[in-house]
Protein backbone atom coordinates (compact mmCIF):
# COMPACT_ATOMS: atom_id res chain seq x y z
CA UNK A 1 0.00 0.00 0.00
CA UNK A 2 3.16 2.27 0.68
CA UNK A 3 4.16 1.82 -2.50
CA UNK A 4 0.89 2.14 -4.61
CA UNK A 5 0.60 5.45 -2.48
CA UNK A 6 4.13 6.91 -3.03
CA UNK A 7 3.99 6.02 -6.52
CA UNK A 8 0.67 8.01 -6.66
CA UNK A 9 1.99 10.56 -5.24
CA UNK A 10 5.00 10.67 -7.53
CA UNK A 11 3.09 10.79 -10.82
CA UNK A 12 0.43 13.04 -9.77
CA UNK A 13 3.64 15.14 -9.27
CA UNK A 14 4.59 14.92 -12.34
CA UNK A 15 1.51 15.28 -14.31
CA UNK A 16 0.41 18.03 -12.54
CA UNK A 17 3.72 19.70 -13.90
CA UNK A 18 3.20 18.46 -17.64
CA UNK A 19 -0.15 20.27 -16.94
CA UNK A 20 0.88 23.52 -15.78
CA UNK A 21 3.95 23.63 -18.67
CA UNK A 22 0.78 22.55 -21.28
CA UNK A 23 -0.94 26.09 -20.28
CA UNK A 24 2.21 27.64 -20.13
CA UNK A 25 2.78 26.15 -23.81
CA UNK A 26 -0.50 26.61 -24.98
CA UNK A 27 -0.49 30.46 -24.41
CA UNK A 28 2.66 30.70 -26.22
CA UNK A 29 2.45 28.61 -29.26
CA UNK A 30 -1.56 27.17 -29.26
CA UNK A 31 -0.45 23.43 -28.69
CA UNK A 32 0.01 21.45 -25.56
CA UNK A 33 3.59 20.22 -24.58
CA UNK A 34 2.37 16.85 -23.65
CA UNK A 35 1.44 16.39 -27.22
CA UNK A 36 4.77 16.44 -28.47
CA UNK A 37 6.56 15.05 -24.96
CA UNK A 38 3.64 12.94 -23.17
CA UNK A 39 2.21 12.79 -19.99
CA UNK A 40 1.94 10.17 -16.44
CA UNK A 41 -1.97 10.32 -16.75
CA UNK A 42 -1.77 6.34 -17.38
CA UNK A 43 1.21 6.15 -14.45
CA UNK A 44 -1.57 8.00 -12.15
CA UNK A 45 -4.95 6.19 -13.22
CA UNK A 46 -2.73 2.81 -12.69
CA UNK A 47 -1.34 3.65 -8.88
CA UNK A 48 -4.91 5.04 -8.16
CA UNK A 49 -6.32 1.77 -9.40
CA UNK A 50 -3.99 -0.33 -7.25
CA UNK A 51 -4.56 1.98 -4.00
CA UNK A 52 -8.00 1.42 -4.31
CA UNK A 53 -7.83 -2.38 -4.91
CA UNK A 54 -6.08 -2.45 -1.61
CA UNK A 55 -8.05 -0.18 0.15
CA UNK A 56 -11.20 -2.43 -1.00
CA UNK A 57 -8.97 -5.85 0.10
CA UNK A 58 -8.45 -4.44 3.46
CA UNK A 59 -11.95 -3.47 4.07
CA UNK A 60 -13.09 -7.35 2.71
CA UNK A 61 -10.47 -8.66 5.14
CA UNK A 62 -11.73 -6.32 8.14
CA UNK A 63 -8.27 -4.89 8.82
CA UNK A 64 -7.51 -1.67 10.41
CA UNK A 65 -7.33 1.13 6.89
CA UNK A 66 -3.64 2.32 6.94
CA UNK A 67 -3.16 6.25 6.21
Do not use: W
Amino acid sequence: MADSRAKLAEYSKLQDSKANMDAATVFFVLIPASKLSGDHAGDVAKYKGEVEAVETAQIKAGCKKAS
